[in-house]
């Protein structure tokens, strides 16, 4: 009885692993390490542009095409095609795009930013699981009732409160500059372009002393130069940069400390 009872068990458990083999075998993935950049065609005519530090799985089937940003930031350049909508998941931040270009990047803080250079989208909130498993397998995922974001629009989702802000196309180019090994700034303060640099080298930058997080400061950098952005800080302020060794997966800590006036800079 005992036995009896038992096959029906492991019948219904090989059922469940196979459906979720099934599931994640039509997957497939790319990334990115730190300071790296990839570009990568789609078999449907789409493109996806991977930066630093960046994972992203995709599949795309005959009815829907699913792109699932893991970590990082990724360019989309979305190949015209209303029969099967483009959907991009980062967190449980949901893209809607039929034939346009969009960024989207997942912040440290856990908010996710989508800057839309051509076309528009539709950007909503939801369970990112179920929405994913609902498209996958033709249940009704009412995408096109989110929040419409136009070209040179930058909306930021924070745990489903959005907040746009306008752009100028100087502006979207400089958001995405990372594309042309570039990082551009234009009267950003300190404390963002040392979280900036941080994103693409290994060895990071400290702030020292809080109240010099708000210097602000522009230029064109190379995101690895970060001998030649510390150069060009030392025509604003005085300052000196303390080295600290390797504390466990960074190569060691280069520390900006600010000095009065009469001292000497970097």
């Known amino acids: 009885m005992v036995l009896l009872l038992a096959v029906p068990a492991v019948i219904l458990a090989a ?3 196979l459906r979720m083999y099934s599931e994640r075998s039509g997957w497939q993935s790319t990334s990115t390490a730190i300071g790296d950049y990839r570009r990568l065609p789609l078999s449907d005519g ?5 930066n630093t530090a960046t994972e992203v799985r995709y599949r795309l089937s005959e009815r829907v095409r699913l792109l699932d940003l893991k970590t990082g930031e ?4 979305v190949a015209h095609d209303p029969q099967r909508p483009f959907v991009v998941f980062a967190a449980n931040t949901v893209v809607r795009a039929v034939g346009t270009e969009f960024t989207v990047r997942i912040r440290d803080s856990g908010k996710v930013d989508v800057v839309v250079a051509e076309g528009v989208v539709a950007v909503s909130h939801r369970a990112r ?18 929040t419409r974001v136009p070209e040179k629009t930058m909306v930021t989702d924070d745990s489903g409160r959005f907040a746009a802000v306008e ?5 979207v180019e400089a958001h995405d500059a990372w594309r042309n090994n570039l990082l551009i700034f234009d009267g950003a303060p300190l404390k963002e372009i040392v979280e900036e640099f941080n994103r693409y080298n290994r060895r990071k930058l400290e702030i020292f002393d809080p109240s010099i997080a708000g210097v602000s400061l522009g230029g064109r950098y190379r ?3 970060v001998e030649g ?5 030392s025509a604003v302020m005085k300052f000196r940069v ?3 060794p390797s504390a466990g997966a960074t190569a060691g800590t280069l520390e900006i400390h600010p000095v009065p006036r009469s001292g000497f800079g970097y």
Do not use: Q, W
């Not at 789409?46 to 991977?50: A, D, F, V, Y």
């Not at 990724?74 to 350049?77: E, P």
């Open 15 to 17: 059922g469940l692993f």
């Open 46 to 50: 789409s493109t996806l542009e991977l």
């Open 74 to 77: 990724a360019r989309f350049r």
């Open 129 to 146: 699981e179920s929405a994913i498993h609902g498209l996958l397998y033709g249940r009704k995922v009412p995408l096109e009732s989110g």
């Open 167 to 171: 752009m100028t196309r100087a502006k």
């Open 223 to 225: 995101p690895r130069d």
């Open 229 to 233: 952005f510390l150069l060009n800080l």
């Open 242 to 244: 303390v080295e600290k």
